[in-house]
């Protein structure tokens, strides 16, 4: 292979043994977030933590910003921006952004969910951004969010997680009997209404009424002595099911990382981390975004004004104005690349996909059928920033999410380009992306956070 040729590195072929310990090291950070942090509340509260730690202090509008001020907006507990005010002038250097998104896919409760069959007490649910149905069921799932009660009391429920805590479970045919859903698509094979949580079967048999012997009183009864709550409450509640999985090393030798919700959390721990890791002078932000997964729209999500309030107010603190200080601003949209499957490559085309364990993936562009909908990264940022990774010793490589017209996505890099402001793609290979368990290697977080670092630096 001449110098002339491009060829992708693999970072476990170069790493020597002090690199090994440093992506072995920086992974057991990354699992316990992950294990903390499995909706985009807790991964807010979580960061939130790890940002007061690091020294940053809450920033409220109207506040003044200064050089070397490390401050945090916490928007609505879903939604974190971490800047970090350096000495260059904003005017002419722009704002240095990382920006990704702690939601995953799941399965949400809905808003009148109990409900009773044949002594069986269930829960009804609408799921949350792009799965594959057939995934969730027969899996140990647990119960996270916050049920808002009607005098104002905030109740965060997280069960199923702890080895004494119970599950719950989604059901499926048993194959003795399932000829004709086998018959169905995979597609269709569970539909969504189909994704009916079980919660419990013993009945309420002490009921002075006998109309309430039921489970459904039984569990109510359950949830009023616990959590005091009644039924209602389930109206202004936020419960969603997630994987009870915790992450766990992948492999004999332990190269991966097995996990629910490395999308996009596998680039959201990277970005803080290197924002508090990295000395610099420049302005940078670090934005955890919500509701990626259903289209970035809402008060949490990348298309809240929110972005540009805060951009407003950093630049009004130095009286330069918001639109220089975006045309000058820079953004790594920090999401995940689908990684190349070898039992699965008809969907990916070998020269363009992004392989596991070979760095940070950079992606020019996303969307579907023809490039729709992406924000294209222009051929100059995209030179700026592979100087950058290649000056710094990151090892990186580029890919786009599929093959020509099998499918297709996108991320919230369109968002923030359509602010004027440069933005590229670069992530994490993930196999499996948006099942109840996803993939990822160790080697591709830590390249990933070292291109970061490089970023802000
Ligand atoms: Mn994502
Ligand atoms: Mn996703």
Redesign the pocket.
């Known amino acids: 292979m001449s110098e002339l040729s491009y060829k992708r590195t693999n970072v476990y072929e170069v790493a020597d043994e002090a690199k090994m310990k440093e992506i072995y090291d920086y992974a057991k950070g990354y699992a316990a977030f992950l294990d903390a942090g499995k909706t985009e509340r807790e991964a807010c509260a979580y960061a939130v933590k790890a940002a007061i730690a690091a020294g940053y202090k809450p920033y409220a509008f109207g506040q003044k910003l200064q050089p070397g001020d490390k401050v945090y907006y916490n928007n609505r507990g879903k939604n974190l921006y971490l800047i970090h005010v350096g000495s260059e002038d904003v005017a002419k250097c722009g704002i240095r952004i990382l920006a990704s998104?702690i939601d995953s896919p799941r399965i949400d409760l809905k808003q009148v969910p109990l409900y009773e069959a044949n002594g069986i007490a269930f829960a009804k649910t609408h799921y949350y951004g792009g799965i594959r149905k057939y995934q969730w069921a027969t899996i140990p799932l647990a119960l996270h969010g916050a049920v808002v009660k009607k005098n104002g009391e905030v109740l965060e429920v997280a069960i199923g997680e702890d080895e004494n805590d119970p599950i719950f479970y989604i059901s499926d045919l048993l194959p003795h009997l399932a000829a004709k859903q086998n018959a169905k698509t995979l597609g269709e094979g569970i539909g969504g209404e189909d994704l009916n949580i079980w919660l419990g079967n013993v009945p309420y048999t002490a009921a002075k009424d006998e109309k309430d012997k039921t489970v459904k009183e039984n569990l109510l009864r359950i949830l009023n002595e616990k959590y005091g709550m009644i039924e209602a409450d389930f109206l202004s509640a936020e419960l969603s099911l997630v994987p009870a999985f915790k992450a766990r090393d992948l492999g004999f030798d332990r190269g991966l990382i097995a996990a629910y919700g490395h999308?996009?959390r596998v680039c959201s721990y990277p970005a803080y981390t290197a924002l508090f890791d990295t000395k610099t002078d420049k302005t940078v932000m670090v934005v955890l975004a919500d509701k990626?997964?259903v289209g970035s729209d809402g008060v949490t999500g990348m298309q809240s004004a929110i972005f540009t309030d805060l951009i407003n107010a950093i630049a009004e603190s130095f009286g330069a104005s918001s639109a220089a200080v975006r045309a000058h601003s820079k953004c790594l949209s920090a999401?995940?690349n689908a990684g190349f499957d070898p039992n699965f490559t008809s969907v990916l085309e070998p020269l363009n996909a992004t392989y596991i364990s070979c760095g940070a993936g950079l992606t020019k562009f996303t969307g579907a059928r023809g490039k729709s909908g992406s924000s294209d990264a222009s051929a100059e940022f995209v030179g700026e920033v592979r100087k950058i990774f290649d000056d710094n010793g990151v090892i990186w490589q580029t890919g786009e999410l599929g093959a020509v017209d099998v499918g297709g996505g996108g991320?919230v890099a369109k968002f923030i380009a359509n602010m004027n402001i440069d933005t590229v793609d670069i992530g994490v290979p993930v196999i499996s992306m948006h099942a109840p368990y996803e993939v990822v290697s160790k080697a591709d977080v830590y390249e990933v956070y070292k291109a970061f670092c490089a970023f802000v630096k």
């Open positions: 998104h999308d996009d990626e997964e999401d995940v991320t």
